[in-house]
């Protein structure tokens, strides 16, 4: 074995993958991890750790897979984290603990994100459940949304012996994990139907169809069904659009809506009940992981997919590997490239998008080069469809029927970082509802947070 490089994992090959909607990466198998486990070398001022945004002890697990003690491995994660299936799969690790891990300074880093998605997976097939709490608090704690966040929370809070119940908008829990990310990422049965199981077994109770702000107020769940506190984690899950003309044209969508119909509804299956268009040549608008993730979806639904975006490609805000995956299966990627107006024939179809050619000129507040267009070089791509990708924002529902919560500009929930506390005694929030939309492991950061909020503002602690 070469210390310097990783066990390679195994993947679906891009021609066959292109055509179906089963998982791209197979994952480690148990030989396969304990080998990548092995080049650990186990740092006694672990740098990765300080890269989690849940601080998971992980020197610790991987050596547990070393020796074998795979169950051993579980119980060390789950410390810390209530979704370790869905981060060993959906987590930026190169930009976070991986990132920071010593044995990538002269080789590749561990694969530590795959190390975690083994432990997990072998867990979940093993029926292995997270420790629940040894003793239990007379106190209840709501908490609103069943996405990472609040999942996070509501684990966090009922290992601590409180007694939690997450409020759920849709008809099924997970939020962005079940209606945002594809199946070809994040199975939802094989992994997100699991780790949901896992919080629940803690004793956390979840009813969905509860639309907060509208089927009851903040207010009433704490004046009249006795909650003592609530961690607000309902996500962002407002699209934005660009305001060009040509965007109310028949065959525009947001990536929001699009994912949530293919993979909340089912909508990609053939023998799905729900509509879904089929685009036979695709736009998508964008460059994040939810550009990538429509793209990719759009393809396996038949089309030809470009991916329009612009600046270049080193300033692509998408995982490495994402790029890499969708480039494999026959993305086309548009760079430098912005789109001007949406273009629709006489019965108001998307026929075209005329675009436009940028450069990079100085950095903007970001950071990244700001581009600037291209006078005179205006082109349509060909399209029937297109897709936005750019971003989203919270919806104001809550906020707006909550007394004393404040937001800022961006309608975000305004809440310390560091207990996620927010202007309203009691009220506690993390996620994408106070950040914008962000990843899956920095809302679990906040859940974690949150959590910690709460067990001090209910435990009488000065804070």
Not at 128 to 149: C, F, H, L, Q
Not at 195 to 204: A, F, H, P, R, T
Not at 273 to 288: D, F, L, N, S
């Amino acid at each position: 074995m070469d210390a310097l490089k990783k066990v390679p994992v195994r993947e679906q090959e891009p021609a066959v993958r292109a055509c179906n909607f089963e998982e791209v990466c197979l994952g480690y198998n148990k030989e396969e991890a304990m080998e990548e486990a092995k080049r650990c070398i186990n740092c006694k001022n672990a740098q990765c750790i300080k890269g989690c945004p849940v601080a998971i002890n992980i020197p610790a697990f991987i050596e547990q897979i070393k020796e074998g003690n795979i169950e051993e491995a579980y119980q060390i994660i789950s410390q810390d984290s209530s979704l370790p299936a869905v981060c060993g799969r959906v987590c930026p690790q190169e930009s976070q603990c991986e990132g920071k891990c010593i044995r990538g300074i002269k080789g590749e880093p561990i694969s530590i994100g795959k190390l975690e998605r083994f432990v997990a997976d072998w867990a979940g097939e093993n029926n292995i459940k997270p420790e629940g709490a040894k003793e239990k608090k007379n106190k209840k704690v709501a908490v609103i949304g069943s996405g990472p966040a609040g999942l996070t929370c509501a684990g966090d809070l009922a290992k601590m012996g409180y007694d939690v119940t997450i409020f759920e908008a849709l008809h099924e829990a997970g939020g962005v994990l079940v209606y945002g990310i594809p199946e070809f990422r994040l199975p939802k049965e094989k992994v997100v139907q699991k780790e949901i199981d896992n919080v629940k077994s803690l004793g956390v109770k979840i009813e969905t169809d509860v639309v907060v702000g509208k089927s009851v107020t903040i207010d009433e769940l704490m004046e009249e069904e006795g909650f003592e506190a609530v961690f607000i984690g309902s996500g962002a899950g407002l699209p934005k659009f660009m305001g060009i003309p040509g965007e109310q044209a028949n065959g525009v969508f947001s990536a929001n809506e699009y994912l949530t119909r293919s993979n909340l509804m089912k909508a990609f299956r053939e023998d799905s009940t729900t509509p879904i268009m089929r685009g036979k040549k695709v736009a998508v608008v964008g460059g994040g992981n939810v550009a990538m993730d429509a793209a990719r979806t759009a393809l396996r639904l038949g089309g030809e997919v470009h991916i329009v975006y612009r600046r270049s490609e080193e300033e692509l805000p998408a995982r490495v590997e994402e790029v890499h995956h969708a480039k494999e299966e026959g993305i086309i990627f548009d760079l430098l490239t912005n789109p001007v107006e949406i273009l629709a024939d006489e019965n108001g179809w998307v026929n075209g998008i005329k675009c436009i050619r940028m450069e990079l000129g100085e950095p903007d507040e970001s950071g990244r080069r700001r581009p600037v267009a291209v006078s005179g070089s205006e082109f349509v791509i060909e399209a029937d469809m297109v897709i936005m990708s750019l971003g989203t924002s919270p919806n104001p529902l809550i906020s707006s029927t909550t007394e004393g919560l404040e937001v800022n500009k961006w309608k975000c929930i305004i809440a310390d970082e560091e207990y996620g506390k927010t202007t309203k005694e009691g009220v506690y929030a993390g996620g994408d509802a106070v950040t914008g939309a962000a990843t899956v492991i920095l809302a679990m950061g906040a859940g974690k947070a949150g959590a910690k909020g709460i067990d001090t503002y209910l435990s009488g602690k000065q804070e």
